[in-house]
């Protein structure tokens, strides 16, 4: 049975996720409440779980192509 990824707005996968999709560099973080307005947690404090959230976050936009297009 595959890991259940939690995508809830400010964790780890929606932060990958953005990141790729606002061209920001991969550096794993996430929230832990609503982003920007709660404390950051960065990659060092990270769990081996939550760092691969992260990364599926991030290829799941990659794999979409779902990129902002800035004008």
């Given at each position: 049975?595959?890991?259940?990824?939690?995508?809830r707005?400010?964790?780890?996968?929606d932060?990958?996720?953005?990141d790729y999709?606002?061209?920001?560099?991969?550096?794993?973080?996430?929230f832990?409440?609503?982003t920007?307005?709660s404390?950051?947690i960065?990659?060092?404090?990270?769990?081996?779980?939550?760092l691969?959230a992260y990364?599926a976050?991030w290829?799941?936009?990659?794999?979409?192509?779902?990129?902002?297009?800035?004008r």
């Amino acid at each position: 049975m595959p890991k259940k990824i939690h995508t809830r707005h400010g964790g780890a996968f929606d932060r990958g996720s953005a990141d790729y999709y606002y061209s920001r560099p991969f550096d794993p973080h996430y929230f832990i409440g609503d982003t920007y307005s709660s404390p950051k947690i960065e990659a060092s404090s990270m769990t081996e779980e939550e760092l691969e959230a992260y990364q599926a976050g991030w290829d799941d936009a990659e794999a979409h192509g779902d990129r902002k297009e800035w004008r």
